[in-house]
C-alpha cells in the first residue's frame, strides 16, 4: 500500500502542478468578480480591502523569490503583517520537518489530477494548522467543493438581501420623488391661480379705469357748464356795478337799480338752482364711480383717491366761487343801500337840522351793521381757509408710510398741490375783494363826509333862509316878489318833506333786505357746517385707508415669511439631496470593499490549501516552481485590479451623473421659484394695491 502512495506521489510531474488561480476558475475566482460586479448594490461595512490587497502582493512576491510566508492575524492588534523577509532561516529549518511530515506514512498522497499549487510553507497561521490538520486527518476534496457551495449559496443569499434593500431604497426614492413631483404641481397650481387673479385684477383695473374717465368727462362738461354760468353772473354783476356807479341822484336813478337788483335776486336764484342740480348730479353719478372704484380696487386704489380728489377739488371751487357771488350780490346790496339812504339825505336835507340828524343816525346805524356784516364775513373767510388747509395736513401721516407707491405719493402730492393752489387763489381772491371792499369804504365814508358838509351847507342855508323868512315875516314883505320867492321856498320844503317821507316808507323794505341777508348769512353757515361735514367724512376715508395700508403690509409680511419658508424647503431638499448622494457614494464604495474582503480571504484559503498539496507533493519528489507561472499569476491579478479600477471607475461616473441630475433638478426648482419671485412680487403689490 505505502508502495503504491510512493509511486503515485513519485508520478507527479511538474506540469501537473498548476497553481490555483492560473490553471483553474475557483469558486473564489468567481466569487470575486460576481462581487466586484455587483459591489454598487450591496450593502458596504468597514473592511481591510487595502491591507488584504497589501497582504497579497506580499505574498506573490514572496512565492516569486522562493521564499513564501503567510501573514498572520496577531490576536493582541488585528493586524496583518508580513513576517517572511525577517524569518528566511527559520523558514529553511522549518520546511523540512513539515515535508517529513506530509511524508508520513500515515498521511494519503494527494492523486494526479486534484487540485495543488507549488508547495508553500507557511508559518504561525491558525489558518494553514488548521488545513494540515484536515489534511493529515484524510479530508477529501468533496468536502472543499461541499464548503465552496455553500459558500456561494452564502453570497446569493446576500447578493438577494442587497438587491432587496436596493428595490426598497428605490421604492423610498420613488416615493420622495412623488412627494416633490406632487409639491411641484401644488406650486404650479397655485401659481396659475395667482397669474388668474392677477388678470382679473387687471382687467377690473382697466373697467375702473374706463369708468373714471367717463366720469371725469361728466365732471369736466359740468365744470364747464358751471363757468358758463359763473361768467354769465360775473357779467351780470359787472353791469350792475357800472349802474350802480352811474346812476343819478332822482327817483328813476333809484328805481332802476331796484329793478336791476331783482334782475340780479332772479339771476341768482337761477345760478343756486342750476348749481344745486348740478351738485345732485355729481352726488348721483359719484356713486356708481365710487362702485366701480371699488370693483376696481381688487386691481389699485388709485382711480379712487384721484376722483375723490378731483370731486373735492370741483366742490371747493364751486363753494368759492358761490360764496364770492354772494359776497359781491351782498356788497351790491349794500351799495344800493347806501345810495338810497344818501339820496334820502339829500332829499331829507332841505327838511330840516332834526330830520337831518334822524337820517344821519340812521345812516350810522347802517354803517354799524355793514362793518358787523363785513366783520363776520372775515371771520367766516379765515375759518373757511383754514378749514380748507386742514384736509391737506391730515393724511400727511398715512401717506408718509414707506409701503406706499411711488405713483400714489405723485398723485396724493398733486392733489394736495392742486388743493393748496385752489385754496391759496380763492385767499388771495378773497384778500383782493376784502381790500377793494375797504378801499370802496373809505371812498364811500369819503362821499358821506362830503355829502355831509353838502347836508351842512344846507342847514345853514335853510337857517339862513329861516332868518330870511322871518325877517321877512318881520318886515312883512314889502313886495309880491319877496312873498312869491317865499312861497317857492316853502314848497321846496314840503317836497323835501314828501321825499322824506317816501324814504321813511322804504325803511320797511331796507329791514326785509336786512332780513334776507340775515337768512343768507345764515345759508352760508350752513353751507360751513356741510363743508365740515365733508371734511369729517374725507378724514375718515382717510383712516380707513390706512387700515387698509395697515393690513395690506400685515398680509405683505405673511406672504413674505411664507416664501422665506419657501426658500428653506428649498435649502432642505437641497441638503437632503446632497445626503442621498453622499449615502448612494457611501452604498457603492462599501460592497466593493466588502466583495473584495471576501474574495482576498477566498484567495487566502485558496492558497493555504495550495501550500498543503504543495507539501504533500513535495514529500514524494523535489519540485520547485518556475518564474513564469508567478508572472502569470502577477499578471492575473494586475488584470483583476484594472478590471476592479474600470468597475469603479463607472461607478463612480454614474454615481456623479446621479449627483448631476438631482443637482440639476434642485436648480431647476430653484430656476422655478425663481421666477416665481417677481410673481409673487407683483401679487403682493396688488394686495397692497387692493388695501
Known sequence: MRDCEAQRVSGFRASDYSMLPIGMESPGSEALDSALVLAPAQKAEPSLGSETEHSLSVSTTSIASGEVHSPHRHSDGGDWRDEGSADDSSTAQSTPDACQLIASPSQTAVPVGSFATPAVCLRGSPASSDRSALTEGGQQPGAQAAQAAHQIK?????????????????????SCRAVAAARERELSQQVEQLRGERDAAWQRAQEGEGAHSAGLQEAKQQLAESDGLVWQQASVIAQMEQRLLQGS???????APAASLQQLEAENASLRQAL???QSRLAGGGQPVHDDGNRSSSGGDLTMPDLQARLARLQASMQIKEEQHQRQLSSLRQEHERLRVQEGIRAASRGGSARVKQLEAKLEQVQEVAARRLRAMETRLREAGKAQQLPLSAPSNVV?????SSSQREGWGRARGAVAAASRDALATATIQLQQKEQRIRRLESEVARKEGEVAALAARVARADAE???AAQGQLATVSQTAALQQAMEEVL??????????QQIPALQLQVAEEQQAAQHLGQQLERLQGTEERLTSLQQEHAHAIEE???REEELAAELRSLQQEQELAREG????GLEAAAKQWKPRLEAAEEAAAEWRRHLEAAEVQLRSARAGAPWTPTAAEFVRLEQRMSESEQRASQREAQWLRVAEEKRQAAQRGVTSHGAVIHGMRPQLDGVLAAARLLA
Open 577 to 580: 439631496a446632497r445626503l442621498e
Open 552 to 554: 395690506a403690509a400685515g
Open 400 to 404: 408718509a408710510r414707506p409701503d406706499v
Open 495 to 504: 317836497a323835501a318833506n314828501e321825499q322824506l317821507q317816501d324814504r321813511v
Open 469 to 471: 323868512i322871518n325877517a
Open 154 to 174: 452564502e453570497l446569493q443569499q446576500q447578493l438577494a438581501f442587497a438587491r432587496a434593500q436596493l428595490k426598497h431604497e428605490a421604492g423610498e426614492l420613488d
Open 276 to 278: 344745486h342740480v348740478m
Open 249 to 255: 341822484n332822482g327817483a328813476a336813478s333809484l328805481d
